[in-house]
Every structure is written in structure tokens, then in C-alpha cells.
């Protein structure tokens, strides 16, 4: 469950933007061309220029990474786009491109021209540092296309307000998925919803995709609708087709209006849910604050989020999915998470490594793009507000120079206690950007395997994955069986 909503897509056909701010102690820029290192006109100290990418560079970065994330979906990903480029090694190309452009400019952020306008990519770990230390009110999270998509998902959402009202959104969003806790207050209730759902999954030899993604999506109705929502399919394709929308609302501008209508008639339905939700549900804790109103007036609606909260449930289930092939490509890793499964703790901290490890290989933003709300300096260049900047998360998590074991599965990378603060690793991102529903959403993941673990052991998974290889850098959960063996 993250603030961003799905894989950015900037600088492209559906380009995003973003945000950062100064740091004056940030090394010089890459001098411009063609003159000395140091020097001016005419010989004394040169100002820092920024690093762009010409013509080629633009065309190529273009190509292998923007126009590829805007294909798969911003809001909804969609399964065979994502199969083709997995089968195609769409993953290597955009960090083959991004290990090219850090090389020719010096690790400087690179200013990359788009359709909806230029994008600094950062390619350094300093300035990613920055990038996450920036407050939210420099570096604003609604990038002008996420923000047209956003508007029709959730258009009372945190990530779609501003200012002092954004923030009080966010404190009663926190609130309510107990953001800083690593056990939500209503976790036993969760966790018998999950094991409930899971029962469903064990009575075949094999568990596939399309079963799983039917039981993630009854537990999400339940969690934060109450169960009553359970069965409600209408109401999910309702939601799916407002996604799907949003996926285009830079080219199909013209059927906003369908779209909003069908919005309203989702929000109703949602509305009647809360309205009779049981206490531990998240829309009747959201509803909890009532009719409250931001510093300007506007109001809250705190039930309003609940669409993000579906949104980000659903991806739950391709989380568990390939953490489900990893384990059973990965026997002694799955016995020893069985162990603790046995033990019967409620912590589950390795199988929690093993979820956080799944989404640092294969995250579910793979790019986070921000936009500036004040002028911002990156290395002495200053840049003005309204600047997109894009940080390529996935790159920097799977970057072998800087991550050791880069793309093997280690979840005991995970079990170190700095583990949440290593920028290297972004799979909720960090700063005032971090995901509220991190905890909610590895809670949920490691409960729906815990439920699948204690009576199986999973294994023949397909696609299948060879522990001693480099794993692939796409990974499509639609295809994803694994082989259920009863203990």
C-alpha cells in the first residue's frame, strides 16, 4: 500500500511530474561542454549548468523506460503488456539506459525532454537522499498527469490535496491504518479475515493467479468496507474501469465526465458499506472523525480514501504471488519461514524480510516522481518550482554497484535494523512520501502466505526461477502457479 499510486510514468506519453529541494552543500554540476573544468567566459569560476540529455539519449530513455511504464498501466496494470516486456527483457534496457546517461554526465540528475515537459532523472545516491529529506510541501506528490488520474480514483484522496488540508487528511489516514505501528489495532480481525478467504485456496493441488487475486480482493472488501461488501463484484468492476480510465486521462480527456458519474455511483455504494461496517474496518474508523473540515474549510471525507485503500489491498495479491514462486524456488528460505510459521508467533519477522525483499526485486512503483512546489537546488543548479523530478527506485534497488547480491532473492537483507531507513531500498519509499499502509499491507501479505504455509509447502512454480541465476527484472504475476503439497 503506497502514497503512489502505481508505476510512474513521466516524461513519456502519460508523463508524470515531480519534485525535490536544495541541498548547498551538493557537488558542482557536470561543466557544460566544450569548455575547460572550472572555467568561465572568460576564465574565472563557472557557475554550474545542468546535466541534459540530448537528442539520442532522449529518444532511448524514452523508448526503454517511460513509453514501456505508461503501456503497463499507471493505475491498472495490464497482465499481457507486462508478460510481452518480461519476455522481451524490457527491465534490462531501461537500466542499461540509466547506467549509460549516470556514466556520461558524472552521476549528475539529468534533465530529460518529454512530452509533458522535462524531468530531472536522479541517478546518484546523494541526490536520491535529498530527494527523500525534501518536506512534501517542496516536493509535492501529485505530478500534473498522476494528479488527473488520481482525480477521478480518488478525488478527495490525500495525494490529490495541497497545504495545511493535505496534511490533515494524512494525519487521519495515518491514524487510521495505524501507520506508525508495525500490528494495526484491528490485526486479529484481519488476520481471521484472511484466514477465512485463504481456507478457500488449499482445496486444489495447484494455486493460481486468477484464484488468489479473487481472495485478495474479498479480503480488501472486507478489511475496509466491512462483510457485507464481500461478495460485491459490481462495485469492483466499477472500480477497475475507473482505473483503467485513469491509465489514458492524458489522451481520452473528453470522457472525464462518464468516468466522474461512475465515480459518484462507486462513492455512494461505498458510503452505504461505512455506514454499517463493523468497528474494525477501516471505513469505520475513517468515519470515526465525522464530518470533519480542513483549515480552509473544505471538507475532509475521510471515507473518501477508502478507494486508495481497495487500490492498494489489491496489490496484495501479485505481492504474494511471486513471494509464493520465490519460496518455492528457494526450499530452504520456505522451511525456515514454515518454522517460524509453526511457532506460532504473530511477528512473522523472516516472512516479512521475505515480502520486503519480493518488493525491493519487483516494487509496485517502480519509479517515484515528485514535483516542485518552490525553487529547488540539485548539485549548485537551482531549478524552478513546477520542476518533475523522477526517482527510478527500481534501477537504485536492483543497482549491482551499490547493492550487493543485486538481483538474488536475500530476505535476511531485511532482518538488519536499519533495514527501513537504507535508501538503497524503496519498495514503500522514505521521508514525508512514505507509504502509510506499509505495515498494513506486509501485515496482510505475510498472513495470507502464513495461512497457505501451515497446511503446504509450495513448490514446481511457474514461471519457473533458477536460485542461482540473476532473477528476471520483470516479473508478471498474471501466469504465476505454484504446486500446493500437502505436510
Known amino acids: 500500500m503506497t502514497e503512489d499510486p502505481k508505476p510512474a510514468t513521466a516524461a513519456g506519453p502519460a508523463g508524470s511530474a515531480a519534485a525535490s529541494s536544495a541541498a548547498a552543500s551538493r557537488p558542482a554540476a557536470v561543466p557544460a561542454p566544450g569548455r575547460p573544468k572550472g572555467s568561465g567566459p572568460a576564465g574565472g569560476p563557472q557557475q554550474p549548468r545542468p546535466a541534459r540529455a540530448g537528442r539520442a539519449e532522449t529518444v532511448r530513455f524514452a523508448a526503454t523506460h517511460t513509453l514501456p511504464a505508461f503501456l503497463r498501466g499507471a493505475f491498472h496494470v495490464r497482465p499481457k503488456v507486462v508478460a510481452a516486456y518480461a519476455a522481451l527483457g524490457q527491465q534490462g534496457w531501461s537500466a542499461a539506459t540509466l547506467r549509460a546517461m549516470r556514466a556520461r554526465h558524472g552521476g549528475a540528475p539529468v534533465e530529460v525532454r518529454g512530452l509533458s515537459g522535462n ?22 506528490l501529485d505530478a500534473p498527469d498522476k494528479f488527473r488520474g488520481l482525480s477521478l480514483l480518488e478525488p478527495t484522496g490525500v495525494i490529490c490535496s495541497h497545504g495545511d488540508t493535505r496534511e490533515e487528511r494524512r494525519r487521519i489516514n495515518d491514524e487510521v491504518l495505524a501507520a506508525d505501528r508495525p500490528a494495526h489495532p484491528s490485526c486479529r480481525e484481519f488476520r481471521a479475515i484472511v484466514d477465512e478467504e485463504a481456507a478457500a485456496l488449499a482445496d486444489r493441488p495447484e494455486l493460481d493467479f486468477p484464484r488468489l487475486r479473487r481472495a485478495v480482493a474479498r479480503i480488501g472488501r472486507r478489511m475496509v468496507l466491512g462483510d457485507a461488501a464481500r461478495g460485491d463484484e459490481e462495485l469492483a468492476r466499477w472500480l477497475l474501469a475507473i482505473r483503467e480510465e485513469a491509465n489514458w486521462m492524458r489522451i481520452r480527456k473528453g470522457r472525464a465526465a462518464a468516468a466522474e458519474a461512475l465515480y459518484a455511483k462507486a462513492a455512494a455504494r461505498v458510503e452505504e458499506y461505512a455506514a454499517r461496517a463493523e468497528p474494525h474496518t477501516l ?52 522451511e525456515a519461514v514454515r518454522a517460524e510459521v509453526d ?37 549548485g543548479v537551482a531549478y524552478p518550482a513546477g520542476t518533475a523530478v523522477l526517482v527510478p527506485a527500481l534501477f537504485h534497488q536492483r543497482d549491482p554497484e551499490h547493492v550487493p547480491a543485486a538481483h538474488q532473492f536475500v530476505p535476511a537483507r531485511w532482518l538488519r535494523p536499519d533495514a527501513a531507513q537504507d535508501i538503497r531500498m524503496a519498495p514503500f519509499s522514505h521521508g514525508g512520501g512514505r507509504c502509510p499502509g506499509e505495515h498494513l499491507g506486509v501485515l496482510t501479505s505475510a498472513a495470507l502466505i502464513a495461512s497457505v504455509l501451515r497446511e503446504h509447502r509450495v513448490g514446481g512454480g511457474r514461471p519457473a526461477l533458477e536460485p542461482s541465476q540473476p532473477l528476471p527484472g520483470l516479473l508478471g504475476a498474471a501466469g504465476i502457479r505454484v504446486a500446493l503439497t500437502r505436510r
Open 119 to 140: 524531468l530531472l532523472v536522479l541517478l546518484d545516491h546523494a541526490d536520491v537522499r535529498q530527494f527523500y529529506e525534501l518536506p512534501v510541501r517542496t516536493l509535492a
Open 283 to 334: 471505513a469505520a474508523l475513517a468515519r470515526r472523525h465525522g464530518d470533519a473540515e480542513g483549515p480552509d474549510g473544505t471538507a475532509l471525507d475521510p471515507v473518501g480514501q477508502a478507494h486508495h485503500w481497495l487500490l492498494a489491498l489489491d496489490t496484495v495479491g501479485p505481492t504474494v504471488a511471486r513471494t509464493l514462486l520465490l519460496l518455492a524456488a528457494h526450499p530452504a528460505e520456505q
Open 343 to 379: 511457532g506460532g508467533g504473530a511477528e512473522l519477522p523472516r516472512l516479512r524480510a521475505c515480502v520486503e525483499e519480493t518488493l525491493r526485486l519487483f516494487p509496485l512503483v517502480p519509479d517515484l516522481v515528485r514535483v516542485t512546489r518552490a525553487e529547488t537546488v540539485w548539485r
